[in-house]
């Protein structure tokens, strides 16, 4: 089975060439001139409209909802780096969201809050807050950052939270820093000499029931306050959006299109992102689906005897995971129901085929499926067969769990309201 990677090269990514201070070869304005640079914004921001264009997959650029999708993406893209700009500074650090379902670039994972924030090399850092009680905390140091070079790194370093010391009530502190501060008893960890950003995945398999973190971060080696910002520093976070922008939003919308060329439609490959900042530990699966209305894909899975967190999620052809809030398109360990042989077996269709293990396209008639073992004993690829969607019940278990329609309108009610119980921010 081939190792699926995806790389950025530069002329895919117009963020590659845009966004530096001054004129570019992509003739783009001088974002630090004098005056008010809202029009050198927008101006910048331009030609990212024809950039993607030019990468939605060929066959579907005739189909106007998925045109305004690809808007979307680069909206997604806009709110992202939007907020670097207001309030990323690297000697006053501050977690921002990364990814989520207002920023839906670079496939974020249904059951992940994704948080982030810019640091400078060398720095010496203060982590303190309140652990929670979701599945897990990981924080990962990065660098460089894919957002700025539009090529992606593997990880320096990641830190497991729970390998840090907690209280009675659950908080913990942390300093990350060059080297131990004298005199410091408490958790430590040594910060690589290349790391410029801090990502934290926060994973939650209970929504609405498993306590959220609460955490901060502050310099140790720097003590004035932050004061006000100079017109320099402003004006080289607003050149940095363009770019951060079209790498956001140009990096995948051809991935579910690939996986198709590549034979790998209503079918299922291992996908490889350990260059691509993934975590050590976790496994991928994914591929290409495509659906008319009365079909459905059954996918069979023997779950393994020991995990720490597995699931399995929907995209569109865009490669923008399937809103999870407002549709199950998403299934964790916590969520989906495994059958009384030890298999986990799910339905992928556009209608409901009245089974637990439902995974709604949403109305995309074509996407991708992926799933994923964080620290399991073994590493199953599922099986995949497309039947007819009246004809699901004639390849499920006899006890497969059923659901009626007033059971799934009440389970979509309590999804939408526990998903909002997350903290975004």
Known sequence: MGIGAVHLPGDRLLGAAI?????????????AGDGLAWEHLIDALRPLGEAMRRRVPERLRGDPQVMAESMRLLLSGV????????????????????????QNIFQPNADTIYKACLIEKGGSYLLKGDRGTVRMIILAQMGPDTLRTGKHHPLLDQIDFDSLTLDANGHFEL?????????????????????????????????????????????????????????????????EIPGIVGV??????????????????????????????????????????????????????????RYRYWSIILTN????????YNNQSSLNDKQGVVDSDGVFRTVISAGDPGVHNWLDTAGYP??????RWFEASEKPMPSIKKVKLAEVGQHLPADTKRVSPPERATALRNRRIAAQMRIIW
């Not at 074509?366 to 799933?371: E, F, L, N, R």
């Open 19 to 31: 966004g530096k201070n001054g004129v570019n070869a992509k003739g783009m304005p001088n974002m």
């Open 79 to 102: 709110t992202r780096a939007t907020h670097d700009a207001l309030i990323g500074d690297r000697r006053h650090p501050l977690f921002v969201p990364e990814l989520n379902i207002s």
């Open 175 to 239: 300093v990350i820093s060059p080297a131990r501060p004298a005199g410091y008893a408490g958790d430590w960890r040594p910060l690589d000499p290349q790391c410029e950003k801090f990502m934290v995945r926060i994973v939650a398999c209970d929504w609405g029931v498993e306590r959220e973190p609460r955490f901060g971060i502050a310099r140790l080696d720097v003590d004035e306050a932050k004061g006000r910002a100079s017109a320099e520093s402003l004006h080289h976070a607003y050149g």
């Open 248 to 305: 956001c939003a140009l990096a995948f919308p051809t991935h579910v299109e690939e996986l198709r060329a590549q034979g790998h439609l209503n079918a299922l490959k291992i996908f490889d992102v350990s260059q691509m900042s993934g975590l050590t530990g976790q496994f991928y699966y994914e591929g290409a689906y495509e659906l008319a209305d009365d079909e459905a894909l059954i996918t069979e899975v023997k779950v393994p005897d």
């Open 317 to 324: 052809a865009l490669y923008e995971t399937t809103d999870w």
């Open 366 to 371: 074509a996407g991708a499926i992926q799933g």
